[in-house]
């Protein structure tokens, strides 16, 4: 039988052992004592090194932990280390998944049916299936953290443990893990000794699976990656975005410029110039676009006007100097504005001379 040193001490991180059982080839060794913690209960087995050879993986054989190596070990006598670590990252997850667990079943009535830590993140299954407030679990889970309780293991007997979140398949002697005012479970886990330990929890992604919904979280430095990867991956969509928005107003102006060679087309009767006379809403960017376009014509003569703006553009064959009409025009109108002999705008303060003024800008 090995005794297990990380029951009584989840921070042990070395020791002294004796080889119980061996493989032939020497690959598997079982020892009187070990910190390595075996795959069990949902939290993954330990990895470090035995006499310097490294431990793959930890397993339970009955009630031996048989450690896995990299190459054969021959001596009896040895001494082991853990990844720190990777142990305190497991402490982390698993304390606050007994914490997660306890607050969805007081609080959400939602009750834990099996937990499973990945190696990029850990899950619980919950019970039942239905949707919940996940924002609000989460901060209540991390205002229960930072309230910092201790965390106790106790060896308790099965019939006399009381106040258990879940009862006890088995009977006889049972490892319990208190969390001073929130939880007491059955659990050979390895925890930390206090909740603040934990650092913080996110809850990541949920998913219907059989009758429960399944509710992935990340605890300590594993919620910092895992933000930092959703405000990478953000950043990331910002600039695909913009880049993506700056392509589509590109073909916006392309497309409104061949709407200005459209418009000619359409007003051409082959007979002097080309006269296009519009009220508009506004004269935006795309419509600029289209009347550019439309000037690069022979002939071609635009007036567009809205509620305070006119826009006045000819084509040099007109010979019309644009400028100097548009600014003698809107002058009736109190307005003020200016332009090239091509293309002029300008804003008007009042329309009661506007008949006056639009037709000396069509004169
Ligand atoms: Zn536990």
Not at 142 to 169: C, H, I, T
Request: contains cysteine.
């Amino acid at each position: 039988m090995s005794e297990r040193l990380y029951y009584y001490d989840s921070y042990l991180s070395q020791f002294s052992g004796r080889v119980i059982w061996r493989s032939e080839d020497g690959l598997e060794v079982a020892l009187d004592r070990s910190v390595f913690y075996p795959t069990s209960g949902g939290q993954p087995h330990d990895l470090g090194q035995l006499n310097g050879i490294a431990v793959l993986e930890v397993k339970e054989v009955g009630d031996r932990v048989v450690h896995r190596l990299e190459a054969p070990l021959r001596d009896d006598q040895v001494h082991g280390e853990i990844d720190w670590g990777r142990r305190l990252d497991h402490m982390r997850q698993h304390t606050g998944q007994h914490l997660l667990s306890a607050v969805m079943e007081e609080q959400f009535g939602l009750r834990t049916v099996s937990f499973h830590m990945g190696a990029g993140y850990a899950t619980v299954d919950v019970e039942p299936n239905r949707a919940a407030d996940w924002g609000a679990v989460e901060r209540a889970v991390n205002e229960r953290l930072m309230e910092d309780q201790a965390v106790r293991v106790s060896f308790e007997d099965a019939a006399m443990a009381k106040g258990l979140r879940k009862a006890p398949d088995r009977e006889g002697l049972l490892r319990i893990v208190t969390i001073e005012g929130t939880d007491r479970s059955a659990c050979g886990g390895t925890h930390v000794r206090r909740t603040g330990e934990v650092g913080c929890i996110v809850l990541g992604g949920t998913e219907k699976v059989r009758q429960s919904t399944r509710v992935g979280f990340y605890c300590g430095a594993r919620a910092r990656v895992y933000l930092r990867g959703k405000l990478e991956e953000a950043r990331g969509w910002r600039e695909r975005f913009a880049e993506v928005d700056k392509q589509r107003r590109k073909l916006a102006l392309e497309l409104a410029g061949v709407a200005g060679e459209r418009k000619y087309s359409e007003l051409n009767t082959g007979q002097g110039r080309v006269l296009w006379r519009e009220e508009v809403k506004e004269v935006g960017e795309e419509l600029r676009a289209s009347v550019q376009a439309y000037l690069e014509k022979p002939g071609a003569m635009v007036l567009l006007s809205s509620e305070g703006t006119v826009l006045l553009g000819a084509h040099p064959d007109v010979g019309v100097d644009c400028g100097a009409r548009l600014m003698a025009a809107i002058a009736l109108c109190g307005g003020k504005g200016g332009g090239s002999a091509k293309l002029a705008q300008g804003t008007i303060a009042n329309r009661s001379r506007w008949g006056e003024a639009e037709a000396a800008l069509l004169a």
